[in-house]
């Protein structure tokens, strides 16, 4: 079994920064699709990015350009950098991991779900 636990997440100033992180534990996670998925009050799961065990990474459009996924293979964790942050960035993040291959940007595809930090930014 394969737990995941997100933290990093707080209270930020529009145009600020914050580095989530994400590890996991119950099994090395190098080959496995890792991605970042938020939830904003009254609104649907939506995609964040993502990034496959060959580095290839995927990120939505809201968010390309200032928010980066990465991972350290060593440490078992995937990070999702979250710089120049907006009021609309405000959700609870969660990551998530699978194993398969297919689409990344739908919960669907997803086996392993953490339980979400909070981001709030102030405008």
């Known amino acids: 079994q394969v737990q995941l636990v997100e933290s990093g997440g707080g209270l930020v100033q529009a145009g600020g920064s914050l580095r989530l992180s994400c590890a996991a534990s119950g099994r090395t996670l190098n080959n496995y699709v890792m991605g970042w998925f938020r939830q904003a009050p009254g609104k649907e799961r939506e995609f964040v990015a993502a990034?496959?065990?060959?580095?290839?990474?995927y990120c939505a459009d809201s968010v390309k350009g200032r928010f980066t996924i990465s991972r350290d293979n060593d440490k078992n964790t995937v990070y999702l950098q979250m710089n120049n942050l907006k009021p609309e960035d405000t959700a609870v993040y969660s990551c998530?991991?699978?194993?398969?291959?297919?689409?990344?940007?739908?919960?669907?595809?997803?086996?392993?779900w953490g339980q979400g930090t909070q981001v709030t930014v102030s405008s």
């Open positions: 990034m496959t065990g060959y580095g290839t990474t």
């Open positions: 998530a991991a699978s194993s398969r291959r297919g689409i990344v940007g739908v919960t669907s595809f997803y086996d392993y």
